[in-house]
């Protein structure tokens, strides 16, 4: 990645040192799990989630917008029996906290029972919480924001082709949480994050066409800088001018690395342990099964340094470890937090997500596919027709039966290069084809939730003129 973008005129400051101090959320979750307890809850666990952010958004050179957010919330949740219920606040005042409790203990007497709910197994909770680097000492003030902004919407305004801005915008923020349980467990978390981002609109009249770029990271040191950013856009844009239509075929799809996470994504998806239990996923019955080609191997690891989803604990207070859920192409795990892992009879992966007004529920963290040996040049040499796809439209994938239909947009291959801009073609196939043929480049960055190198896919279906 490129230098810090905060290296310039209107330099960062620093974070009001009270935004770091989580003592008061862990002492409001400690006195709910109590009061639950007191209440007549068997178990009982408390969330406390800080949110604050700040952004900018200017169009033209002029600001558009300016807006900042701060904010704390509250969830309990109390187990009577194998009853369950989930209230959640954002103003706790006077005896508030009994009041809450004993509504929340209430509501759990009356639910129906679920032999799967549950807290943790003790055995099971993380002890010793791992430093992650999450956190930018460093917050950028107003000033900052839209200098960063303007300085992308500027670059993107210099790309010869360019006509208009769609848009520059800049943000960050901080999120975490505490988490306190009746067996033992209490631990917080906080991750900053910072984002630059530009949308281009390029030609003229009815030949307008529009890209974007964007960069996000908790530490304003590993963004792209603004520049980078609006030009890239800008390039995007101008190259998509002109498209063609093409004829429908059958030939060897590459996706770009900005959108060839999507196809993770969708096995993500699928292996959620809630899919799998109530039998809606189309790999329900595919675990320990060869998905992919030797090699391949997809993981999932929350404990990245400065990862753009890493964290210490999941939402059950469980301990977190990096999972290879495609290990040389086997498919080798579900995504599991305790609820799931009991109705399925295994243990809890560590993947229970949860907000203030919801029980927790299986999701994800930092994934990524990892690297091949060929280089995306070496990846496309030998295709004679195909397609680059560069932007996804839509959401056409059925997650039950894995039938794969997605608008696209990018460019035609001919001969191992890349010639002319394509738009408003469909491209089609299954995720069981589109899994056993793919074979990924050497080119893996990580800069999203779910990252990916540039793919190759044989024989998907281009729907055209």
């Known amino acids: 990645m490129n230098s810090s973008p905060g290296a310039a005129s209107s330099s960062p400051t620093s974070v009001d040192q009270a935004l770091f101090d989580q003592s008061a959320l862990s002492e409001l979750a400690q006195r709910l799990v109590e009061a639950a307890r007191r209440a007549g ?160 609109i390029a030609g003229e009249g009815t030949g307008m066409e529009r890209d974007y770029e964007y960069t996000t990271a908790p530490h304003a040191e590993d963004l792209m800088s603004p520049d980078t950013v609006g030009r890239i856009a800008g390039e995007r844009a101008a190259a998509r001018l002109n498209p063609r239509k093409v004829e429908t075929c059958k030939v060897p799809v590459i996706f770009d690395p900005r959108v060839a996470g999507s196809l993770v994504g969708h096995l993500i998806g699928a292996i959620n342990g809630a899919s799998i239990a109530r039998k809606t996923s189309f790999l329900k019955d595919r675990l320990g099964d060869k998905l992919f080609r030797d090699g391949i191997r997809i993981v999932d690891d929350p404990l990245r340094k400065r990862g753009l989803r890493s964290q210490p604990f999941d939402a059950e207070g469980v301990a977190v470890k990096p999972l290879a859920v495609v290990d040389d192409g086997v498919l080798t795990s579900w995504l599991l937090d305790c609820a799931t892992a009991r109705e399925l009879g295994l243990a809890t992966t560590g993947h229970a997500h949860r907000g203030v007004s919801s029980s927790p529920s299986p999701g994800s963290y930092n994934v990524h596919l990892e690297a091949g040996t060929l280089s995306p040049a070496e990846l496309i040499s030998d295709i004679k027709q195909g397609f680059y796809v ?76």
């Open 41 to 200: 809850a068997d178990q009982a666990d408390a969330v406390a989630v800080r949110g604050i952010s700040h952004g900018v958004e200017l169009r033209e050179g002029r600001m558009q917008e300016s807006e900042r957010s701060e904010g704390d919330d509250v969830g309990l949740r109390v187990l009577v029996g194998r009853r369950q219920a989930v209230v959640s606040t954002n103003d706790i005042t006077g005896d508030g906290v009994a009041r809450l409790a004993e509504r929340a203990v209430a509501m759990a007497r009356v639910a129906p029972d679920d032999k799967y709910v549950g807290l943790a197994d003790p055995s099971l909770l993380a002890r010793d919480l791992p430093q992650l680097d999450m956190l930018d000492p460093q917050t950028p003030s107003t000033a900052e924001l839209e200098r960063r902004a303007r300085a992308a919407e500027e670059a993107a305004m210099a790309v010869k082709g360019v006509a208009k801005s769609g848009g520059a915008s800049a943000s960050s923020g901080i999120g975490g949480m505490v988490l306190v349980t009746s067996t033992g467990f209490h631990g917080a978390y906080l991750r900053s994050s910072q984002g630059v981002s530009m949308t281009a």
């Open 390 to 465: 560069t932007d996804l439209i839509g959401s056409g994938v059925n997650g039950v039966t894995g039938d794969y239909s997605r608008g696209a947009a990018g460019f035609w291959i001919e001969n191992g290069e890349c010639t002319y801009a394509v738009s408003e073609v469909t491209i089609a196939g299954h995720l069981f084809e589109i899994y056993k043929t793919l074979t990924p480049a050497n080119d893996l960055t990580f800069r999203y939730g779910v990252n990916a190198p540039t793919l190759r896919i044989e024989g998907l279906t281009i729907a055209g003129r």
